[in-house]
């Protein structure tokens, strides 16, 4: 299905699949691994290609959010079920406009403001909290799958990854 997205969303280059687990909350998150994923570039990239949530969204008939954050710029949620997009929200952060003026908003309130914006509110709906989710790509347990491997190499690895689960869409007959 990885292979699938990359060749829609017309990106050439990924060498894996970046898989992290929050198995507190069962948060799964999935990354291209390549040249194209990397840093504030990879941020936009990722902003404008969503073949693999839609892939994903489909296939296990479950939401799926894609989600985008630089740092510097904003921060970007959109929902994809069935294959569809179902909602989304983006903060461009120099339209962000702060209560009072900016030399009056302490750490404590910019952090509640935070907690609204859609990295935010995705963290909630997860629950976890903002910064647990910011962090996900750092999280433990996690490993890339090689995207040359076989889809047999994949299963393995994703069922060692996330022990028990059903991932009928993870078979020999996946795109």
């Known amino acids: 299905m990885a292979r699938e997205a990359l060749s829609l969303d017309g990106a050439a280059g990924a060498t894996g699949l970046q898989v992290t687990v929050n198995r507190r909350r ?43 954050h630089d740092p510097d710029e904003g921060e970007e949620v959109i929902a994809y079920g069935n ?23 302490d750490d404590a309130a910019f952090a509640r403001m935070q907690e609204r914006w859609p990295m935010g509110h995705l963290a909630y709906v997860f629950g976890l909290t903002r910064k647990e989710l910011l962090r996900l790509p750092l999280a433990m347990p996690g490993r890339v799958l090689p995207l ?27 795109a």
Do not use: C, I, M
């Open 83 to 105: 294959g569809r997009r179902v909602g989304g929200e983006r903060v461009v952060y120099e339209d962000v406009e702060l209560p009072g003026r900016p030399e009056d908003v």
């Open 148 to 174: 040359e491997g076989s889809e047999e190499e994949g299963a393995a690895a994703l069922e060692a990854l996330l022990p028990g689960a059903q991932a009928p869409f993870l078979g020999p007959d996946a």
């Open 26 to 68: 069962k948060v799964v998150r999935v990354a291209f691994v390549g040249p194209f994923t990397a840093g504030r570039q990879g941020a936009h990239w990722y902003a404008a290609h969503h073949a693999l949530p839609r892939l994903l969204s489909r296939a296990a008939n479950v939401t799926v959010h894609a989600y985008v």
